[in-house]
T-cell receptor, first 113, second 116 residues
Framework: NAGVTQTPKFQVLKTGQSMTLQCAQD?????MSWYRQDPGMGLRLIHY???????DQGEVPNGYNVSRSTTEDFPLRLLSAAPSQTSVYFC????????????FGPGTRLTVT | AQSVTQLDSQVPVFEEAPVELRCNYS??????LFWYVQYPNQGLQLLLK??????LVKGINGFEAEFNKSQTSFHLRKPSVHISDTAEYFC??????????????FGAGTRLAVHP
């Protein structure tokens, strides 16, 4: 198993550009989520999904869109990047019946200039 | 509302010395507590968790943590650290979110720096 994979590892965007951060898992996990990590703030939940076709907002959803067309993939879209979105983004997944066993991807470091 | 406070942003320690990373939480309901480790340029890895039962929880890499309900603490300890333990450590509490989803509330992190 590859576990949770994220692409790209690094990205630099200009303000106003759009992009999609990719996340995939091969563990057949129902639940997937996106977090952002900022210095001194830990990780904050952006969006999550409890299954294909079902998504919901987390703590800091503004400026981000998600969709879940398959169990494996959970892309995060930035429609118009802003410098405040400079962060490290982590994707995570888990089984529905194992709420306390969350697996994290390696992260995407995004810089918006 | 639940929150997590990690009392030290950085902890320098010499190799083979003991270390304690402090974590306090606030919650009015039963809690589930976690410690995650993040090595440089990597994702988060679960070190240990407390769900119920014994208040002393043992994790990977020789780490352990003690749940103290009266002091609302969940401090992480290791009796003898190695250079390879240099990483950032996050304390987290599980919280029920909308739709029945259990989300993790993370502390700000403690950077452990082990020196030779």
């Amino acid at each position: 198993n590859a576990g949770v994979t994220q692409t790209p590892k690094f990205q630099v965007l200009k303000t106003g550009q759009s992009m999609t951060l990719q996340c995939a898992q091969d563990m057949n996990h129902e639940y997937m989520s996106w977090y952002r990590q900022d210095p001194g703030m830990g990780l904050r939940l952006i969006h999550y999904s409890v299954g294909a076709g079902i998504t919901d907002q987390g703590e800091v959803p503004n400026g981000y869109n998600v969709s879940r067309s398959t169990t494996e993939d959970f892309p995060l879209r930035l429609l118009s990047a802003a410098p405040s979105q400079t962060s490290v983004y982590f994707c995570a997944s888990r089984l529905a019946q194992a709420p306390y066993e969350q697996y994290f991807g390696p992260g995407t470091r995004l810089t918006v200039t | 509302a639940q929150s997590v406070t990690q009392l030290d942003s950085q902890v320098p320690v010499f190799e083979e010395a003991p270390v304690e990373l402090r974590c306090n939480y606030s919650s009015s309901v039963s809690v589930y507590l976690f410690w995650y480790v993040q090595y440089p340029n990597q994702g988060l890895q679960l070190l240990l968790k407390y769900l119920s039962g014994s208040t002393l929880v043992k994790g990977i890499n020789g780490f352990e943590a003690e749940f103290n309900k009266s002091q609302t603490s969940f401090h992480l300890r290791k009796p003898s650290v190695h250079i390879s333990d240099t990483a950032e450590y996050f304390c987290a509490v599980s919280r029920m979110f909308s739709g029945g989803y259990n989300k993790l509330i993370f502390g700000a992190g403690t950077r452990l720096a082990v020196h030779p």
